[in-house]
């Protein structure tokens, strides 16, 4: 039927529509869609084994990294469980990334901690979990969607920078945030600053033996950590065909260093237990009771009450910043192990993940850098790892959590302390100093708010702060301003934009409707692609003075897309003209050379990009 | 001593410092910043009659909204009279628009309700002042310190739709906030989503004296509204020499039609009295106990627990706010009148007024629309006229507080429904729908969110749709792709800028890093003017991976200060050439002419900016 060989605009357009609607329906499409599909016909047994070794080590990291951060999020232990075995299940279908990790991490949880409803008592410190999974659930809800939608750009406007300064004002606050568990003191406070001023103020209950603890576990742990990279060295410098037995050893040693979350909160939680006196009575804060047995497969309670006003930004905030560090790390290791990865497809996955997840009590979940770096490390195959994590949690949480009452609270700590302390990018700040000193303004901006008002806003400010950075060529465009008897000649550059109206409106209320000889004005608009309703608003008002002043108001030299545009606003006062020569012979009531020597005055009010 | 005629750099420059810094200290330069010191010699007794006569108007029209919009801010009465007399006496030195009347604003008001701590009994819906008068001192302080350091231009971003926007969802909530008023019903709630469910959930509680009262209070005022604009018709033609009793019959008129609000209020009130009956019972829901007096002189309580926290965000928000309304209406009535004023004088008077306000328990202060109006209406001399408003409200405060026990609330929400429904801007949607559709995503996006989550953050929400938007170009710049044997060459336009980070990196993972053969690349950065911190980073990372792969990076064309900043940011794997013509014979193992034919792909990612 359509055989037409004519090439219409029309038809071609018809054409390109089917093709792409082909494209999008197309199975590689679909597999695209599914990235299983084309990792799974080529598995084998090798690859298996490599994913079952990796999937081991990361569960034994997620499950204390777990306990620890559902401390963050301000909600009972077991949370931290309910939502590390969701996330892999899931991503093993609809993820690109090998290596990627998906359960809850240090800044997802402090995000989660900033929309909660206190649950019971306030000297607990604990919120509703109710909210914290319904989060879940709207965050997936609105991953997916941009997923889908492909609204994924809308990260770009997150410079590295206000990442840095998030990050950084994150690890402080979160770590301050546990320091009271060191001290064995407690009380309820919301963001850095409270958290400052209320642990000073009550430093004087402070526990010894907490202390203690807390510090034996630190340095515990920065001896396994040593043990980890001294015995990777080792393993990498094994050479070709080293003994079996060598391997062994140096692998399980890496191991062991690599679980030091795990090796460190199992010894202190023995330590509590054999130290329990006669009565009971434990000498360190520990846990205390923890709900036993896996949680149920319901969904999310949406009769809970205010959900809207509770979850509020964060319904914005949190899907976002938890795509940003999920792609982020994903992007580091595509480049790193070769492989590719697409961002719209990983907030699906991500989406998928939330959603599922909040449907067995878990809250938002994103890629863990830590635990992603422990997987790659650990030379896995590929994302079917997540299985074997996931069922290493469901595991600990079948039949571990009565031994979780024994972990001590300071032992945590230390674990979340020591993960967060590598977070603090304090190098950047000598480096922006040294390349590019007007950076620091978002960082800092980023960094002190953050650490003021909470991450969420610090973030928001900060990109806020950096788009005013970005956008000052638009607010100071180019001008030049010649005179000729009593018209003004303005030449602009750029696209007039919302935030040049102050600087069109100073100029013409400064250089022709205030001044004692009013005169008329002729911009040219020779470089202007794109104006605005603000502009227009703008060149609304400023026509209907020069017509009040007896004066006329013109633009020469429009392009067409500007000129219909123009048109259409219908601006009373201002006349549309071809070209100068044109708008010049018309408008004046003595006809003036353009090329001649009139002009009296010439200035650049803009010199150039300064930024 | 510097007697030196040659004009190196540095004594030019030393020369302009010294220049400028008598500029800002000249005689001219200080009378700028005191403009009474302009207008005050020239000032005489005609003068001086027309500004009693319109501080007078306004007067009677500030105290029953004062009385009316402390009520929307969510504090006693007698604080938003307190707000009504400090701003008039400050503007008359500071400020540079003769019509301008500086107090209490139904979206300030809106906004002070937003940044409080409940007091007491939370049926009574009331905040504590205290952090009402703070914000108020902290609001002078930023807008001092931005006067002072010229920061004004930050409200340049804030473009006409989201105002429009933001204005229109002010609007709804604060009179939907008086719906319950008007029905006599009684609960606490915060923003418009809470106000609208609670007021159904009490709508069973309505007094129906309430609602005939307030239903006859709304026929009242539009009925005065009409004798205002009548009479003002009538005024406005009278002709040359009237009959002065005429004038007198025209001009009394207008006065009660303009004082509307006052009239409604005071016939009312005497109605409430009127109808108490034997046990003092009274039978509309009336005001009830006002503090009597003149408020203290005395600073703001600074010792108030979590300032801050209380504060947050209005610390930013509530300054720029109340900025960008004054000077929308300064600049209005200042093109109208024919006078200039000036962005950075006005943050400075405005800054004043705060400040001195929080000395005298007000809450922040802004010009006001509808108070200016009637100003200016009544033929004002200058702002010399705030003095006699000023002196009206405290009369009002010393005497008349007893009296305002009787005011029904039912009236004086109906006087604010009348004052705001005006305010909303729907006519904006089909202009935007016809002229530029794309606006209509900012708008709807403040409007929405500002319903949603309140106005201070639906605005933020705005003004970040609205940069995005903005800089849709700067995300996608567009990029010339041209494949030469194993280099890629690459045009880019535009400065590189963290948006367009993600752009770079794709391309640059799926042209060159991640196909089957792996090929260098060579930009072209003639166009380039700036590169960000975040660029650098991403240039980094590819010139690691273009180095792994054994495959060179290069820039060639580069501008001197694009070099110098390259050359700082000191990128291990990248190379920096002169031209083109000398990277090519330097980079690849062959000979590659560059004016050849061997361009086997060609293609522009992005046509134009669409936007």
């Known amino acids: 039927m359509e055989r037409s060989t004519s090439r219409t605009p029309l038809t071609s357009l018809k054409k390109d529509l089917r093709k792409r609607g082909k494209e999008y329906c197309s199975k590689e499409r679909w597999m695209e869609r599914f990235p299983i599909s084309i990792w799974a016909p080529k598995y084998n047994f090798s690859k298996g084994l490599r994913d079952l070794i990796a999937g081991f080590t990361v569960g034994l990291t997620v499950i204390p990294q777990g ?7 301000k909600l009972p232990l077991e949370y931290g469980l309910y939502s ?35 649950l019971g008592d306030a000297a607990d410190d604990l919120n509703d979990p109710t909210y914290a999974i319904l989060l879940a659930f709207f965050c997936g809800i609105v991953q997916l969607f941009m997923g889908i939608f492909h609204l994924g750009f809308v990260t770009n ?13 994150s690890a402080i606050t979160i770590g301050f945030g546990q320091v009271k568990n060191i001290l064995g003191i407690k009380f309820s406070a919301h963001g850095f600053l409270e958290e400052f001023i209320e642990t000073f103020k009550h430093i004087k209950d402070t526990r010894w033996q907490d202390v203690v603890l807390g510090i034996v576990s630190i340095i515990f742990l920065i001896l396994l950590r040593f043990l980890k990279n001294w015995s990777q060295g080792k ?78 930004s964060g319904l914005i905030i949190v899907p976002l910043i938890g795509f940003l560090e999920n792609i982020a790390i994903a992007r580091g290791f595509a480049r790193q192990n070769d492989y590719r990865v697409e961002s719209n497809q990983e907030l699906i996955a991500l989406g998928t993940c939330n959603v599922a997840g909040s ?21 896995v195959a590929s994302p079917a790892s997540g299985i074997v994590t996931g069922f290493l949690v469901l595991l600990a949480i079948a039949f571990l959590t009565p031994a979780f009452y024994y972990i001590p609270k300071a032992s945590l700590a230390a674990v979340i302390i020591y993960a967060v302390i590598f977070m603090i990018d304090y190098k950047i700040v000598p480096e922006l100093w040294h390349v590019r000193k007007i950076d620091l303004i978002p960082l800092g901006a980023t960094f002190f708010f ?7 806003y610090g973030t928001l400010i900060g990109i806020g702060v950096d788009l005013v950075l970005l956008m000052l060529p638009y607010a ?29 409106e100073s100029l013409l209320d400064e250089e022709c409707i205030m001044r004692d000889d009013p005169s008329s004005v002729l911009f040219d608009f020779t470089y202007i692609s794109a104006i605005d ?19 006329t108001f013109g633009v020469a030299n429009c392009r067409r897309k500007i000129s219909d545009l123009l048109i259409k606003a219908n601006i009373e006062g201002m006349d549309i003209y071809d070209t100068m020569e044109d708008a010049l012979s018309k408008m004046g009531p003595s006809t003036i050379e353009v090329n001649g020597d009139e002009v009296i005055e010439a200035h650049i009010h803009c010199e150039d990009d300064h930024l």
């Not at 406007?157 to 004002?169: E, L, M, P, Q």
């Not at 809250?363 to 863990?368: F, I, K, M």
């Not at 953050?450 to 969420?456: H, M, Q, R």
């Not at 301003?481 to 102050?502: F, I, M, Q, S």
């Open 84 to 118: 590390a075995f969701m996330g892999g299940f899931v991503y093993m279908f609809l993820g690109m990334s090998k290596d990627i990790t998906v359960g809850p991490t240090a800044i997802m949880s402090l995000l989660v901690a900033g929309y909660g409803e206190p």
């Open 235 to 312: 393993i990498e410098n094994l050479g070709k065909k080293p003994p079996v037995a060598k391997i062994v050893h140096w692998k399980l040693l890496w191991i062991l260093g690599t679980a030091r979350n795990a090796v460190c909160v199992i010894l202190t939680g023995a330590l509590a237990y054999g130290l329990m006196d006669d009565r009971n009575d434990i000498i360190f804060t520990i846990t205390g009771n923890v709900t036993e047995g896996l949680p149920p497969f319901s969904a999310p309670n949406f009769k809970a009450p205010n959900i809207l006003k509770v979850l509020e």
């Open 450 to 456: 953050s650490l003021w008002l909470g991450v969420e």
């Open 157 to 169: 406007y997150i410079s590295h920078v206000v990442v840095s300064g998030f990050t950084s004002a």
């Open 359 to 379: 449907f067995v009590s878990a809250y938002p979940v994103t890629g863990s850098f830590s635990r992603s770096a422990i997987n790659s490390q650990s030379d």
């Open 533 to 551: 309703y603000s502009m227009l608003e703008t060149l609304k008002l400023s026509a209907k003075a020069f017509q009040k002043k007896g004066q």
């Open 476 to 504: 100071k465009p180019k001008t030049v301003v010649k005179r000729k008897n009593h018209t003004v000649l303005v030449e602009l550059e750029r696209g007039l934009r919302y935030p040049a109206v102050d600087k069109i």
């Open 67 to 73: 306990l620890a951060y559902a401390n963050i999020a």
